[in-house]
């Protein structure tokens, strides 16, 4: 599924078409099929406050992404009597809520860990021909 689907997904769980999105939000129908197809960054914050408004939600929950953190990685970092359990969890989070928690932590290691696997999502982004190449 592309990101930009997302506002798709939730538009439809709200029983609504597109048409009645655009009306509710002053936005053209063309514009709102045109969001639903392009990765959801490329969205102006504007038109995506006015789509989370209308559909009442906050507008990170059309920015929630799921990622799996390798479990070699992250098993390095636990403590010998730690373990590993299997879970997703999927957590609305906005960019300043993330910086500011980074501001604040105090573990040297979790901010190299985060650092490295920011690294690597970013050349995910960059270099998406060579993902399979970085673990995908």
């Known amino acids: 599924m ?4 997302r506002i798709r997904t939730i ?3 709200h029983h609504l078409s597109a048409e009645k999105l655009a009306a509710l939000t002053g936005l053209t129908s063309q514009a709102i099929f ?3 197809l392009r990765p959801i960054e490329n969205v102006p914050v ?8 209308a559909l009442g939600i906050d ?15 992250m098993q390095a ?7 590993i359990l299997p879970m997703v969890m999927t ?4 960019a300043n809520s993330v910086y500011g928690w980074l501001e604040e932590c105090r573990d040297p290691g979790m901010l190299r860990y985060l650092g490295r696997a920011a690294l690597r999502f970013a050349d ?10 970085l673990g995908a």
Request: proline share 7%; aromatic share 8%.
């Open 2 to 5: 592309k990101e930009g689907n």
């Open 46 to 53: 504007g038109a995506l406050d006015r789509i989370a408004n």
């Open 91 to 94: 957590v609305p989070v906005s």
């Open 59 to 73: 507008r990170d929950a059309l920015l929630l992404k799921t990622y799996r953190f390798p479990d070699d990685e």
């Open 34 to 36: 045109r969001y639903e």
């Open 77 to 83: 970092y636990l403590r010998p009597d730690e373990t």
């Open 124 to 133: 995910k982004i960059e270099n998406p021909d060579n993902s399979s190449q």
């Open 11 to 13: 538009r439809q769980q």
